[in-house]
């Protein structure tokens, strides 16, 4: 008899070697309510440093992450979509709740705000650089997508050039090796 064993497949995304991610517990600022990272735990997370008012990347971002939506059918049950601020002034529940319906973000999602000192950590934790511009032009910062698995390892660094077919693809094997 021969057996035949499938390997898992290839990530498109940089891989983090599976390492524990770090835990952090911001608020949802669609919601109000508070969201860790571990308590996301038994699905596989997407997660994102964005701000409501960029003009460029972040929106980007967004539309990437509802695209990957659609493309997962149910599988996107199984998905957490999550941003975290890096603009801790500017993205105010009300910012934060347009920026969601904008983009037809609601279904899985979670925009996460806090205090600058929560925040920082969760940056920090992550590697994000962000540098508020003093003549309040905006928020430069690192873009970053990590793909968590549904046991709360690291696994996949994206960026939003690496497009949306990258981010389906590596969340839908994600999904599968449950």
Known sequence: MTVI???????????????????FTLTDGRTGS???LSGLRGSVVALTFLYTTCPDTCPLTAEHFREAQQRLGAD???VRFVAVSVDPV?????AV??????????????YLIGPPDR????WSAYGIR?????AGHGVGHTDAIYLIDAKGNARVLLHTV?????????????????
Do not use: I
């Open 130 to 134: 962000q540098e508020s511009d003093p």
């Open 76 to 78: 996107a049950d199984r």
């Open 162 to 178: 690496d497009g949306v077919d990258a981010l389906t693809k590596d969340l839908r094997s994600l999904v599968r090796e449950r």
């Open 34 to 36: 508070a969201v860790s």
């Open 90 to 94: 500017g993205d105010t529940p009300a």
């Open 97 to 110: 709740r347009d920026f969601s319906a904008s983009h037809r973000l609601d279904r899985n999602w979670h």
């Open 5 to 23: 064993t499938c390997a898992p497949e290839k990530l498109v995304g940089t891989d983090l070697g599976a390492q524990p991610s770090p835990d």
């Open 119 to 122: 925040l920082k950590a969760a």
